[in-house]
Structures are given as C-alpha cells and as structure tokens.
C-alpha cells in the first residue's frame, strides 16, 4: 500500500525468510572459467539523495572456477517504506558443467506488488521473473535473458480493477510527475574471452526525487581470462548508515575489480560531489582499481578510493585529501597485504585543525563525532581499508566510512 510518501526515498526492507529446501547436487567440479552470479528481489538507490535500501532476496555466487555451485534465498513478504508490498519473491544462482558446456545461471521470481495505491486509483503487477543464463560450449559463449510479468491492473475509485495491455518491453509507462515503469530491462556483453548478461524485470523511478527501485534482477558473467588468480573487490568514496537502521548511503561512487583483473591498466570513474542537506557536503570522489596476472599462480591488485573535500554537520567539521589504498600481491606459498598510500591530510573543526588519530585508534570529538582513521580488515586473499570512519554523536547513530579500498587476489581452483 503507498500513499504520497512514494517521493521520498524507502530504507531497508523487513520481511519474513523463507527456508528455501535443498534438492541433491553434483559435486563441484573445477573449470577453466571464471564464473559469476548475482540476483535479487528488489533494491532502492537514491539520485539526488544517495539514500538506499539492501537487496531482499540476495543470492550470489561470487567469482568461483568451480561448476555446480547452487545458492537459494528468498522471503515470504517485502515491505519496502516509502513503495508498497511485495508478495513472496525467490532467488536462485548456479555454476553448471554437463558434459563440455559450463554455465552461469541467475533467476528471480516474485509473487506480485502493487506499485502504486493513492484516491486516484492504485496500479499493479501480478507475477514477475527474470532469467540471465551465459554459457560456453564447443562454439564458444552464448547468452539467454528473459523477463515476464503476469498482468497490470489499473483500479480506479468505484470501478471494477481493469486488467491493461503489457506494454512494449523496455517502452516505460510514465505517470507524470509522480513515477516511470519501464518493464523487461536486458542487456548482454560479449567481447573476446568474456560474455555478460543481465535481466531486470522491473524499473520504477521516483521522479521527484530521482530514486530507483530495481526489482527482480537477475546477473551472470562468464570468462576465460583467469589465469592463475581470481579476483574481487572494490573502491568506494563513502558508504554509510545515516539513521541507524532505517536508511543507508550506498557505495558512492563505486568501482568493481574484475574477476580475472583488469589486464594491467588502471580503470576508474568519479563523481562531482554530492550533498545531504544538513548531514554532509561532499567534493570530487574517486574510485579505481588494478590487477594483473604477472605468471604462474603470481598476481596483484589493488583498488583506491579518494575524496578531494567533505563538509559534515553543516561545516562545522571539515576533511581534506582522505584516500584508501588496499594492496595485495601473491606468488607461490605467500600473500602480501597492506594499506600502504593510506592517508588524510587535514581535519578542521569549528576552524581550528586537530591532530589526526593514530592508526586504530580513535579521536572524540565531544558533542560531535568520532573519527577513526585507517581501520583495516582483513578478508580472504586480501584486504579492505577504510581511510575514515565517522561516528555522529547527535543521537542519529549514523556512521559513515569515508574512502573505502577492498583487493582480494585468491587462488584459482583448476
């Protein structure tokens, strides 16, 4: 049910799991490929706000050589705040060998959702699915993506509900000023060594606000290219919980290393800035990423994250030159890590500089904030650094890591 509140952004969803049950499976087998797939039910993002709720139904099979993997999710009922209700949805992900064909497989089925209810009428959408599947046979890859949605009903005050035509795949519908629907978003890759493939049943944007809400998506990825390392991670300007644990900032911006690295060049993006009216102002930030197969089972990586500036608490506190660095390299028997490049050069407050914390420790600003500087974790076959780490102490409970860089290089399984 959605009532006017449908402009502003939605948090995180509150649903009921759902025990998905275990069917027999072939035991997992090792390939020459680097696979990968990802799916969900529903997820939000802000636009002028980067405001964001947590996929629902998440399942995913990070980048693996091994075939007939299987991951399940799903829940009974989605209340997304700010949207509406979702019926029953389910994720299924899975790695498949059969003979010589190895395969990627995503799909997404949820129940129904009504988009919009208001004295006007209420629109929406009976069952939706979504499939990616990528492949690889004696012809080389292939792709399949696929998207359904059962119905659209119209119902307008004191008439019977109205069953509408679907609409054109990736035509949107628009009520204007209010929200687009565009239905059956697919794209599919294809470059040498490497084939992608995604599926997105469902877009609504909120246009008053320019807020996404991606439902039933489904992802594959598939490639050649690993030749002795798999690799993951990322570099994000910041991320964050602004009141705990209703709304978050999603990765801002945020760079993905690839699974087979990114063949020795330097790739990145950036954005202007951003700004929450009252919490934070935020210069250029920038994000990129590394990695190379350097040999026999010899690799490294690394992913950088850097704000130029950042104003919090309407100026009172101001951060220059934050950057994250992680940095990870493995050859036979080792792996090295560390967080070198690591650094802030200047923090302000109430305009008098302060003396930065050392690392792992943390500074109190009373009344105001905490800040951490270089919190390190380590992860399989790597390591994630976040340059700061800012507690509000207003009550908001929102904390907010500025500059955060995850590598991780592992082992191939042949």
């Given at each position: ?125 009976g069952a939706v699915t979504s499939r990616a599947k990528v492949w690889h046979n004696a012809t080389g890859f292939h792709s399949e993506v696929d998207t359904k949605v059962a119905g659209l ?85 910041l991320r964050g919980k602004v009141l705990d644990p209703i709304l978050t900032i999603g990765r801002t911006p945020s760079k993905d290393l690839p699974c087979e690295g990114t063949g020795g060049e330097e790739k990145g993006l950036s954005t202007v800035g951003l700004d929450i009216p009252g919490l934070l102002t935020v210069g250029a930030l ?129």
């Amino acid at each position: 049910m959605v009532s006017t509140a449908i402009l502003l952004p939605g948090g995180p969803a509150h649903a009921a799991p759902v025990v998905p049950t275990k069917a027999a499976a072939a035991a997992p087998v090792a390939t020459k490929f680097g696979l990968h797939a990802m799916g969900y039910g529903t997820a939000i993002k802000g636009g002028q706000i980067p405001l964001a709720s947590g996929a629902t139904g998440f399942a995913h099979i990070t980048c693996t050589t091994l075939a007939n993997l299987d991951r399940n999710n799903g829940v009974a009922q989605v209340e997304l705040p700010g949207l509406g209700e979702i019926d029953a949805l389910t994720t299924k992900v899975q790695t498949v060998k059969k003979g010589k064909t190895v395969s990627a497989i995503s799909e997404h089925k949820l129940a129904g959702i009504t988009l919009l209810e208001t004295a006007l009428g209420s629109l929406s959408l009976g069952a939706v699915t979504s499939r990616a599947k990528v492949w690889h046979n004696a012809t080389g890859f292939h792709s399949e993506v696929d998207t359904k949605v059962a119905g659209l009903v119209l119902t307008l005050p004191g008439q019977e509900p109205l069953v509408l035509d679907i609409p054109t795949l990736g035509k949107p519908i628009e009520i204007p000023g209010i929200l687009r629907i565009t239905l059956g978003e697919t794209k599919v890759t294809k470059k040498p060594g490497m084939i992608f493939a995604r599926a997105q049943a469902l877009l609504v944007e909120i246009l008053a606000t320019d807020t996404k809400v991606k439902i039933a998506l489904s992802r594959a990825r598939m490639t050649n290219e690993v030749v002795n390392s798999i690799m993951s991670g990322f570099a994000a300007g910041l991320r964050g919980k602004v009141l705990d644990p209703i709304l978050t900032i999603g990765r801002t911006p945020s760079k993905d290393l690839p699974c087979e690295g990114t063949g020795g060049e330097e790739k990145g993006l950036s954005t202007v800035g951003l700004d929450i009216p009252g919490l934070l102002t935020v210069g250029a930030l920038n994000a990129k990423v590394f990695g190379v197969q350097a040999g026999r089972r010899r690799a490294r990586a690394y992913a950088e994250a850097s704000i130029a500036e950042i104003s919090l608490l309407g100026g009172a506190v101001t951060i220059e030159g934050i950057k994250a660095r992680a940095n990870v390299s493995r050859r036979p028997g080792k792996l090295v890590t560390n967080s070198n490049g690591t650094e802030t050069l200047k923090i302000v407050v109430n305009g008098e500089e302060i003396t930065l914390p050392p690392l792992g420790e943390i500074l109190d600003i009373p009344g105001l904030l905490s800040i951490e500087q270089g919190v390190t974790s380590k992860v399989r076959g790597g390591l994630e650094v976040v340059a700061l780490r800012v507690k509000l102490l207003d009550g908001t409970g929102a904390v907010i890591d500025l500059g955060i860089a995850r590598a991780q290089v592992k082992k191939a399984i042949r």
